[in-house]
């Protein structure tokens, strides 16, 4: 059976232009699908076992896993479906090798009454410093009833921790009602 038998007229030739695409922008790992704690799982060992990370710094992979980790969880906490099917938790990630970092971006739909939140809540992590975000970590921790149980949105804080620049972000209006939130973490 060869491609065009697969893909039918045409199809190949995106496939083709597809692949070459994700290899000029040196894209490791894709995934785009419902989140859950059991892929979160998968998704973690099989990028702990992709070769390109084989020689990388321990440190750096334990950085990488655990920004991978609060990103995906982030998803299925908070992501939200504005399909009929309310349990889902539809997203995306994708990891890049760029010279001597590594490129996570994330994205998620969220309700358009909780973007400003989110807008807010990202530009005061961006603004603070690795000891601010330390301070600011201790804070949100002890303040459970400003911040919600359990120190929610502690994993935005983790990640900037972890992240070797602010945060790139953007709110992509989907409807009246959801927009796509997305996220640029470098590790």
């Known amino acids: ?74 998803i299925c906490r908070h992501g939200e479906s504005h399909s009929a099917d309310r349990a889902s938790k539809p997203g995306i990630i994708l990891l890049r090798k760029l010279s001597n970092s590594y490129v996570l971006n994330i994205g998620n739909s969220l309700s358009n009454s909780k973007v400003e939140r989110m807008k807010e809540y990202i530009n005061k992590v961006n603004s603070l410093d690795k000891e601010g975000l330390k301070v600011f970590h201790k804070e949100v921790l002890q303040n459970t009833e400003l911040y919600g149980k359990y120190g929610a949105d502690i994993g935005l804080i983790n990640v900037a921790r972890n992240s070797e620049k602010k945060f790139n972000y953007n709110f992509h209006n989907i409807n009246d009602n959801y927009s796509f939130f997305s996220l640029e973490v470098y590790v």
């Open 1 to 74: 059976m060869n491609m065009s038998q697969i893909f039918g007229d045409g199809r190949h030739d995106e496939f083709i232009n597809w692949h070459e695409s994700l290899h000029s922008n040196n894209v490791l790992f894709m995934f785009k699908g419902d989140f859950n704690q059991d892929l979160i799982n998968s998704l973690v060992k099989l990028v702990n076992g992709m070769t390109e990370l084989a020689s990388e710094d321990m440190l750096v992979k334990q950085k990488l896993t655990g920004t991978i980790v609060e990103c995906l969880q982030n």
